[in-house]
């Protein structure tokens, strides 16, 4: 049996395989170093980072639920230069291709840490957060309001050589409408979902049991509003999809790329077993193998809808 | 740092409501350090994302042990797990207890099965000291033999006074503090008599936060170093996803410090505790 191709492009990206880490939930690398080969993953995607050093919210910042959890952590982080300084030295040891994943309060920072990382050599690609639920500041503002996402996306794309891929909010209206604006702003890719803005309560203190009150929901019970999401962008655009939402196994990555996928990220899995994403890559090229499948190219959209 | 799929050794009630639980981890055992924890990935709770941290009881080559009481869905699920089943661990992690410093005599405060964590400490410490155990009634203080077995002096409190004095473990601690400042010697637990000066104490507390932030305020009030074992929620246990965090003091104000991995043990004047 030939071994199937799983290598995926974006723009000037090479991934391996199509598997990467969603962003916040694999920190900025070093931390799951102990437990996982880094140079196994298709990619690393850190935890969303601005241009200042940002304290996020208060706690209890996360809490579990029924097949998933709540996360508000707001975004804390060491600033750019405190991610160049601090984390990308790390990446010297490393093969793996590099996602910083960006986040503002207003435009301007957003264009400003583009910027910033666009002189990077060791940063292989730009994913813009426009729909993280938990920050007050533009956040799932500039992810649901299209004009606004558009302003985001174009002042992102003239600072940066990057290959851009722009993060998608799920509780919009119409989500082709969104992947057709960032493919038309220049994006070289989307990614759905971010987490599904919801909230939980206890009913003795009948107090939010998030600090932040509200949150995102993440894990496999968002992972069927996480494929029709992928799959009705997938038609919708020529630009290759992250997708991601609740991937466990690898039938979950493979049910992604069959709606319309060309990669997918590995988020809350990681919490559960840290091998998660090892396993889903290797789960998905015997699969592939198994069928006689050739490549993802051949896999994807392949769903017969 | 390592996974590794565990198995379940030994699992029964301990005393009362509490349940030790013994697995073989030949990787994860021998690592660990006192104040350590492990994530432990809890069998047939499938609806559950995350894993559940635990502080270490026990450990060597030959495995771990955890000891605990139901709390919540994870606890409750694991009372349920039988002898030979395998357990899936992540340990061990976080920063733990320092050893005691050179000429420092070792002063061990814990509330309910907060002793529990300080069993490998009080067992390492080259000097034994005195150990301060608290607990809502007699059934919450538990192996109070173990500890006395390696020859530390155990003083206890409940609030009920069903055990030991009646009180806080505080007041117990207050108490003995103020002898030892006033010169008052006290029999150490082998019958040799403690010289000790007063300045030479050293605190390793693990316990209710309140517990926690009162022995920490006690001992910078007097000029001791404390080390404290905080317990906070957690999602990844490994620096990650920023859930656990507290406010650790800077020169300049303050900074999250993540209990999973800079802690669970903190040294008192680090920790800037808010209300
Ligand atoms: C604890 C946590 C932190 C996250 N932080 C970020 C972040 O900084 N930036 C971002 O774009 N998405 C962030 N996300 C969203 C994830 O990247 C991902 O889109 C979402 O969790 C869905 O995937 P999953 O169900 O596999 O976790 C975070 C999610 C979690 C659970
Ligand atoms: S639990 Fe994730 S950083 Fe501590």
Redesign the interface.
């Known amino acids: 049996m030939n071994k199937p191709d799983l290598k995926v492009r974006i723009g000037s990206l090479e991934m391996k395989n199509p598997v990467t880490v969603a962003s916040g939930t694999f920190g900025y690398g070093p931390e799951y170093a102990g437990l996982v080969d880094l140079d196994r993953l298709g990619a690393i995607t850190v935890k969303g980072i601005c241009t200042e050093p940002h304290v996020g919210n208060a706690t209890p910042r996360t809490f579990e639920t029924a097949g998933g959890m709540l996360n508000a952590i707001g975004l804390p982080g060491p600033g750019a230069q405190g991610f160049i300084k601090k984390y990308l030295p790390f990446y010297e040891k490393y093969s793996v291709p590099l996602i910083v994943n960006i986040w503002g309060k207003t435009v301007e920072d957003y264009s400003r840490v583009a910027e910033i990382f666009n002189d990077q050599a060791r940063i292989g690609a730009l994913e813009v957060n426009v729909s993280c639920p938990n920050v007050k500041e533009g956040g799932a503002l500039y992810g649901t309001d299209v004009n606004l996402f558009r302003t985001v996306v174009d002042a992102v794309r003239v600072r940066t050589q990057k290959p851009l891929i722009v993060k998608l909010a799920p509780n919009v209206a119409d989500i082709k409408v969104f992947a057709r604006a960032a493919q038309e702003c220049g994006a070289e890719a989307v990614s759905i979902m971010n987490s599904y803005p919801a909230m939980a309560i206890d009913i003795e203190t009948r107090r939010p049991q998030l600090a932040n009150r509200t949150g995102g929901l993440s894990g496999p019970a968002i992972k069927p509003i996480a494929v029709k999401l992928v799959w009705e962008a997938a038609r919708a655009i020529t630009i290759p999809i992250i997708g991601m939402g609740g991937i466990y196994t690898p039938e979950d990555a493979l049910e992604f790329i069959i709606a319309g996928a060309s990669a997918v990220a590995v988020g809350t899995a990681s919490f559960t077993d840290p091998s998660s994403a090892v396993r889903v890559i290797e789960g998905v090229e015997a699969w592939m193998a198994a069928k006689g499948i050739g490549s993802i190219a051949e896999l994807r959209g392949t769903v017969q809808a | 740092?390592?996974?590794e799929n565990s198995c379940v050794l030994e699992h029964r009630l301990y005393q009362g409501d509490y349940r030790l639980l013994k697995l073989s981890a030949p990787l994860i055992g021998p690592l660990v350090q006192p104040g350590q924890f492990v994530h432990v990935?809890i069998p047939r709770l499938e609806?559950?994302?995350?894993?559940r941290p635990f502080s270490v009881f026990k450990a060597d080559a030959s495995g771990l042990s955890i000891l605990y009481k139901t709390v919540g869905k994870g606890t409750a699920a694991l009372t349920t797990v039988a002898d030979g089943e395998p357990v899936?661990l992540?340990g061990p992690l976080g920063t733990g207890f320092p050893t005691a410093g050179n000429g420092k005599t070792p002063v061990l405060v814990a509330g309910g099965y907060g002793n529990a964590a300080l069993y490998l400490q009080a067992a390492r410490l080259p000097v034994k000291g005195v150990a301060f155990f608290g607990g809502r009634t007699s059934g919450d203080v538990l192996c109070v033999d173990e500890f006395e077995a390696l020859g530390w002096e155990v003083r206890i409190a409940t609030d009920d006074g069903s055990l030991g004095r009646k009180g806080f473990v505080t007041a117990a601690l207050d108490e003995w503090l103020a002898e030892q400042e006033s010169g008052v010697r006290s029999q150490g637990a082998g019958g040799g008599e403690q010289n000790e000066t007063f300045q030479s104490l050293e605190l390793f507390a693990c316990g209710p936060n309140a517990m926690l932030r009162a022995v920490g305020d006690r001992a910078l009030a007097k000029g001791l170093t404390a080390w404290l074992s905080m317990d906070?929620?957690m999602?990844?246990?490994?620096?990650?996803?920023?859930?656990?965090?507290?406010k650790r003091k800077t020169a300049g104000g303050w900074e999250?410090a993540r209990c999973c991995?800079d802690g669970p043990v903190f040294n008192a004047e680090e920790i800037l505790w808010e209300d």
Do not use: D, E
Request: hydrophobic share 45%.
């Open positions: 740092m390592k996974q990935k609806q559950a994302v995350l894993r899936n992540i906070r929620n999602a990844c246990g490994v620096g990650a996803c920023l859930t656990c965090v507290i999250w991995k």
